[in-house]
């Protein structure tokens, strides 16, 4: 349960410690002005808003454990050189951590409610730090693999955690600026992983990409454990296991079927996101259930879905969705043409999208502080527009566009989606009461990965199946693919039309609540 700061956390709130104040200090000189020029530089900073230290110290672990999400990717090629594997098997280094997400981020919402942040915050880190150990000593690929996917288990708690800490300590009207600052830790991290990788490959191993990881984490660890104080308290209740089977099996089986699409026996591509899909299925129904248990005293669900009652979290989740299904499927696309097409290395690629996650994060805390003076539709409409402007222009790339225009094109892209996901986490999240964040930002998390993958799944379909009939009908590779490559941008265009459709729905203020939604007793 998320009960209402204590007074420790309000002084957290308004921006951490306390400045003390001598009598001289408090005293104006005659004539009514303040007398020191220090004294008026306190006075100004003061009446500053400031970023709670508990949200600083959680966006530093959490930029941490963010950039390993693609810090692998440029160590690729060595990995398999030393392990003897298929390109495809040396990616599930990225697929693994994308998996493990999805299984492991709708239990957030209930494992939130049930334990302190600062022993959710230890037991994080600890977890990374652990996969960390794991990956740096792998003597064979597959332990590499687990190493990686006790890396993802320890991410997956760290993003509900930071933005539930948020929603709580953080007044409204301070949100928007707040969750700018988390963009650009978000956004910037995945952005610079492949840089931050090529760097260190050139100097040594990839195993010392685990080396400078460790004691980076085990740092940040031990100084956000020694400041960072409890939010709230704990919620006593049990924990229904048959939900954490249907929650793992189901939504790790969803996107693995998804990540498959193309790569294996097309039936069995089916068969597998089928079964996912069924057992996502039943895993709503058992919430559902546990819920209207938990209602006449019973234990809760692992997520509470009640979240998508009120409107303006629907309309957020459905919006965010769209969003990560046009562009994560586009961000996937791009590599490919960069490589396969133009002839760059990875690092070369990396260095050349870096850019635009850049600016997406840099444009975080402006759009937050934009945000809190005009509201979310203002920024999420023109957002749209340029996502589905930029992405239709990217339809029409060639195999000798400048880099310069795709550098171009990118950077507008990801300033454009800027515009979108920090107004859009703040109204959502914003709508719903007190006691629901936790189970809020993790089923945003949930749908994130699982739209991503759907639409990753489906832009790749549609190269593929363009592709192959621009070749039976004599075209050479490169033809093929480029005109491939056309029909999915085209495709994430239209997907990104929904996006527009969906901003104008978008609620500018979260001053809503639906009819017989109101907590229920006991919770703040």
């Known amino acids: 349960m998320a009960a209402p700061p204590s007074t420790h956390e309000n002084d957290i709130a308004e921006g951490g410690q306390d400045e003390p104040t001598t009598d001289s200090a408090a005293r104006p000189a005659p004539g009514g002005t303040t007398g020191h020029p220090e004294v008026s530089r306190r006075r100004a900073s003061a009446a500053r808003p400031r970023t709670p230290l508990v949200i600083k110290l959680l966006v530093t672990a959490t930029f941490v454990v963010i950039l390993n999400e693609t810090i692998m990717v440029n160590a690729v090629p060595r990995l398999m050189t030393e392990f003897a594997v298929t390109p495809r098997t040396a990616q599930w280094l990225s697929t693994v951590f994308m998996l493990v997400m999805a299984a492991v981020i709708p239990v ?36 590499l693999i687990v190493g990686r996917a006790v890396q993802a288990a320890g991410t997956a708690v760290m993003v509900p955690l930071l933005m539930t800490t948020l929603m709580t300590v953080v007044p409204e009207k301070d949100r928007g600026r707040v969750m ?37 984490a085990v740092a940040v660890a031990v100084a956000g454990l020694r400041q960072l104080r409890n939010v709230g308290e704990p919620q006593a209740g049990g924990i229904s296991w048959v939900s954490v089977v249907l929650s793992a099996v189901g939504f790790g089986g969803l996107l693995f079927g998804l990540s498959e699409a193309g790569a294996r026996d097309p039936v069995l591509v089916a068969l597998i996101i089928a079964g996912g899909a069924a057992l996502v299925a039943a895993f709503v129904w058992l919430q559902l259930r546990l819920q209207r248990r938990a209602d006449t005293g019973g234990d809760g669900p692992l997520l509470d879905l009640r979240t998508v009652s009120y409107r303006g979290y629907r309309v957020s989740l459905l919006l ?24 760059l290395s990875e690092l070369q690629t990396g260095l050349l999208v870096m850019p635009g996650g850049l600016a997406m994060g840099l444009l975080g805390p402006v759009v937050g502080r934009l945000y809190d003076q005009v509201g979310a539709r203002p920024l999420v409409v023109p957002g749209a527009v340029l996502t589905v402007a930029t992405l239709a222009l990217l339809s029409r790339i060639g195999s000798d566009t400048p880099f310069a225009l795709l550098l171009a094109l990118h950077v507008v892209m990801m300033a454009a989606l800027s515009a979108i996901m920090t107004p859009v986490f703040s109204v959502g999240l914003g709508a719903l009461p007190q006691h629901l964040y936790s189970h809020g930002s993790s089923l945003f998390g949930a749908i994130m990965q699982v739209s991503g993958a759907i639409g990753t799944a ?46 104008v729905r978008v609620p500018s203020r979260t001053d809503e609540q639906p009819a017989g939604a109101a907590a229920p007793a006991g919770h703040a």
């Open 108 to 143: 957030t919402g209930w494992f939130l409610q049930r334990v302190s942040t600062r022993r959710a915050y230890a037991i994080a880190m600890a977890t990374f730090s652990a996969g960390t150990v794991i990956g740096a000593v792998a003597p064979v690929f597959e332990v």
């Open 180 to 216: 700018g600052t988390v963009t650009l830790a978000i956004s910037c991290a995945p952005a610079l992983g492949p840089a931050v990788s090529g760097i260190i490959l050139r100097v040594g191993s990839w195993r010392l990409i685990f080396g400078v990881m460790l004691p980076i």
């Open 320 to 343: 965010m969705a769209a969003v990560h299904m046009a562009f994560l499927g586009s961000m996937f696309l791009l590599p490919l043409y960069l490589q396969n097409i133009r002839d």
């Open 458 to 503: 489906l832009l790749v379909v549609v190269l593929e199946a363009r592709e192959d009939r621009l070749l039976a009908g004599d075209a050479s590779a490169d033809a093929a693919f480029v005109g491939g490559l056309r029909w999915a941008f085209v495709a994430a265009a239209a997907i990104a039309v929904l996006i527009l459709v969906l901003a």
